[in-house]
T-cell receptor, first 113, second 110 residues
Framework: EADIYQTPRYLVIGTGKKITLECSQT?????MYWYQQDPGMELHLIHY???????EKGDLSSESTVSRIRTEHFPLTLESARPSHTSQYLC????????????FGDGTRLSIL | KNEVEQSPQNLTAQEGEFITINCSYS?????LHWLQQHPGGGIVSLFM???GKKKHGRLIATINIQEKHSSLHITASHPRDSAVYIC????????????FGEGTQLTVNP
């Protein structure tokens, strides 16, 4: 069983609010990822990190930001939420070697009113 | 055209049937992943393979590198197999980053 946790699982919040989605893993993985997934659609990588103080933007442009101050923690922040940010956000982690499986959290379903 | 194409998009089967989901890709890869996503949204990694065939319980995954094609088979399907099955590839040039197919929605009726 993968030890990667996301909170909250569900969030409904008004426009303009600042939101932080939490992601933590206890496996000591250096690599962590954030994906965005709209209903019935494929996952798109929005941010990734290969270690502490390393963050990169992914393939899909996103207004969110991330930080990686500790190995186990990779939070995603939206400074001012908008209805277009409504989606599911999934966090994942993997070991350092290329080609390792990614372990996924249960996701956060975000609805911006 | 997506770099990873899955077929079919939707599949309905009766309990006990043998199921095949296909995945084709157009890039050089370091590995191909099969993932399962349940209605709650959580994703579980089923297989990671770069050649040949892997089996886990009733699930079998195969890959043909020359043809850039992989299949996921489920034998003796069960309603609890109902989920979205996602094919993803780790490209040779992108390190650990994955490119995902759109998924196949499988419904197994009792």
């Amino acid at each position: 069983e993968a030890d990667i946790y996301q909170t909250p699982r569900y969030l409904v919040i008004g426009t303009g609010k600042k939101i932080t989605l939490e992601c933590s893993q206890t496996m000591g993985h250096d690599k962590m990822y954030w994906y965005q997934q709209d209903p019935g659609m494929e996952l798109h990588l929005i941010h990734y990190s290969y270690g502490v103080n390393s963050t990169e933007k992914g393939d899909l442009s996103s207004e969110s930001t991330v930080s990686r101050i500790r190995t186990e923690h990779f939070p995603l922040t939206l400074e001012s939420a908008r209805p277009s940010h409504t989606s599911q956000y999934l966090c994942a982690s993997s070991e350092d070697h290329r080609g390792q499986p990614q372990h996924f959290g249960d996701g956060t379903r975000l609805s911006i009113l | 055209k997506n770099e990873v194409e899955q077929s079919p998009q939707n599949l309905t089967a009766q309990e006990g049937e043998f199921i095949t989901i296909n995945c084709s890709y157009s890039v050089g890869i370091s590995a191909l992943h099969w993932l399962q996503q349940h209605p709650g949204g959580g994703i579980v990694s089923l297989f990671m393979l770069s050649s040949g065939k892997k089996k886990h319980g009733r699930l079998i995954a195969t890959i043909n590198i020359q043809e850039k094609h992989s299949s996921l088979h489920i034998t003796a399907s069960h309603p609890r197999d109902s989920a979205v099955y996602i094919c993803a590839v780790g490209e040779e040039t992108s390190g650990s980053r994955l490119t995902f197919g759109e998924g196949t929605q499988l419904t197994v009726n009792p």
